[in-house]
């Protein structure tokens, strides 16, 4: 089948369901990067966000954007970078938190942070609840993670970094 | 000089301090101290290309003459490179890397919260996002000052030292030429002299809680924004460009 006539809206829906490559269990849309969807020129706009400005997925996210709309038909895809708004972990969904968690990624504590955020700030262990944790490192697996440890369950885990 | 040709320059200074540190701190990539020390730097060092794409692509897309900004970034001799002298030091021993990323990350907080005021919109939404990074290297770096400053005998000997030797190349974070002047006044630019006190407040904050004297400033290494730089910026770029020139136009 192929689409020539699609609203930005069915275009959005379409490429929404895509996971972030980083972490699969969440989608573009959950995590902010999906921004929006336009027409111009007879051509749809596609504008994303990157979570940090080196978010090495960014040419994945584009690649299969186009690859999602060319399967409907629809060749002419212009995939936008935009740094403004600046993205932010307030754009995750409670729901994402939720997938996050499950996936064994602690989810950020705040809804705003214009702060930094401390090492004795409180992290709850994602595996098993406690509150018993210690910050390793402000880095972590990737730009957007910091890397604790639970001194109940003993395990290793990442904390989604408030930003 | 048109406020095309002062943003060109603007953009391109600001994005070669980010590749230039970028790349140093990616040669300390599987050399880190300790496994959780190799991957903060090298997720610093990460931050700072993408810093340096944005920056680099913004000062091509400014120029519009066909370049891209890996043009930009891998095809420029020595002496048209105008990132500050600092940030092209080496690594030497891990205090002395700390001492640079103190003084560059304090300087660069501060210079970037400015940067959010831009008239400039892509200057300033590209400051908005660099904002939120630095601040964890800038963290980053007091944390480590503050614990080897004031740890053992030797951590403080070496971080002092490192400190020292680090100095003379922080006077020039707060030179004004002629393109600072030109876009300070066009409301794109930072006004970098008061930007010096406050650094100068927090950088000897720091130093006094790690139990390390703030040197006395004395001669300072000046150049980069004419182009001229410490023999380290050569031997960095003989590395950095070895692919493009050795294969023009290689692509992955």
């Avoid at chain 2, 690594?91 to 300087?107: E, K, M, P």
């Avoid at chain 2, 904002?131 to 005998?153: C, F, P, S």
């Amino acid at each position: 089948m192929v689409d020539t006539e699609l609203y930005p809206d069915q275009v959005y829906d379409l490429i929404s369901v895509i996971p972030d490559p980083e972490i699969p269990v969440i989608t573009i849309k959950d995590l902010g990067i999906l921004r929006a969807v336009r027409i111009e020129d007879e051509e749809y706009i596609v504008t994303i966000t990157p979570t940090y400005t080196a978010c090495p997925a960014m040419g994945m996210i584009e690649d299969q954007i186009k690859e999602i709309l060319s399967e409907r038909g629809i060749k002419k895809v212009k995939v936008e970078l935009t740094y403004s708004p600046a993205w932010t972990t307030d754009w995750l969904s409670y729901e994402a938190k939720i997938k996050l968690k499950q996936y064994g990624i602690a989810p950020p504590n705040h809804s705003s942070c214009s702060h930094m955020f401390d090492a004795s700030e409180k992290v709850i262990c994602p595996r098993c609840n406690s509150k018993q944790t210690e910050l390793i490192s402000r880095f972590g697996s990737t730009a957007c993670k910091a890397l604790y440890k639970c001194n109940s369950c003993k395990e290793t885990f990442d904390l989604f970094k408030c930003h | 000089m048109t406020t095309k040709e002062a943003t060109y320059t603007y953009a391109l200074r600001l994005g070669d301090d980010a590749l230039i540190l970028g790349h140093r701190l990616s040669e300390l990539c599987s050399r880190g101290p300790i496994l959780e020390e190799d991957l903060a730097l090298t997720n610093i060092s990460l931050d700072m290309i993408g810093r340096a794409q944005a920056l680099l692509k913004y000062a091509a897309d400014t120029e519009n003459n066909g370049n891209t900004e890996d043009d930009i970034a891998y095809r420029r001799a020595e002496n048209h490179y105008y990132n500050h002298l600092l940030v092209e030091q080496p690594n030497g021993d891990f205090a002395h890397t700390i001492a640079r990323q103190l003084l560059i990350s304090v300087f660069e907080y501060l210079f970037y919260t400015e940067l959010e005021k831009s008239r400039d919109e892509n200057l300033s939404a590209i400051a908005k996002k660099v904002t939120k990074e630095v601040k964890y290297h800038m963290q980053h770096a007091i944390d480590w000052t503050i614990r080897l400053g004031d740890g053992t005998n030797e951590s403080h000997k070496r971080m002092q030292t490192a400190i020292n030797d680090m100095w003379m190349y922080s006077g020039e974070l707060f030179e004004m030429d002629e393109v600072d002047q030109y876009l300070f006044r066009e409301g794109v630019a930072v006004d970098l002299i008061p930007l010096k006190a406050h650094w100068q407040n927090r950088i000897q904050t720091v130093l006094t809680k790690a139990t390390l004297v703030t040197p006395e400033d004395g001669y300072m290494q000046t150049g980069s924004k004419k182009g001229v730089h410490s023999e380290n910026l050569g031997h960095i770029l003989s590395e950095m460009q070895y692919l493009q020139r050795s294969y023009p136009d290689a692509k992955w």
